[in-house]
């Protein structure tokens, strides 16, 4: 009897979480798709405004100058609004035509 109730509160408290993440995934898809449809607005953008980067960009992160190899390198992320910092690597894949 012990068991199964202490089972059942397993039960309950993986639901509860299990609810937690649907919920979780269903707001980043809704940002995800309200972040493009942004882009699409800015597709055919000549310059680059004090209004644009206010609606694209939430933050700019600029760290520490790295001159370990012999060079200067300083890496910089950007926080995009709706969908944080998105990698390096999926930017450069989407500037040279490849999709995931």
């Not at 609606?55 to 950007?78: C, F, P, W």
Request: avoid cysteine; proline fraction near 2%.
């Amino acid at each position: 009897m012990l068991s199964d109730d202490y089972e059942q509160e397993e039960l309950r408290e993986k639901l509860l979480q299990l609810n937690e993440e649907i919920t979780q995934q269903e707001e980043q898809a809704e940002n995800i798709n309200r972040f493009i449809s942004k882009v699409h607005k800015y597709l055919d953008l000549d310059e680059l405004t004090p209004a644009v980067l206010n609606d694209m960009v939430k933050a700019v992160y600029v760290h520490v100058l790295d001159t370990s190899n012999g060079h200067r390198e300083q890496q910089i992320d950007i926080s995009y609004e709706l969908v944080g910092i998105l990698p390096a690597s999926l930017l450069n894949d989407l500037q040279n035509g490849e999709t995931a």
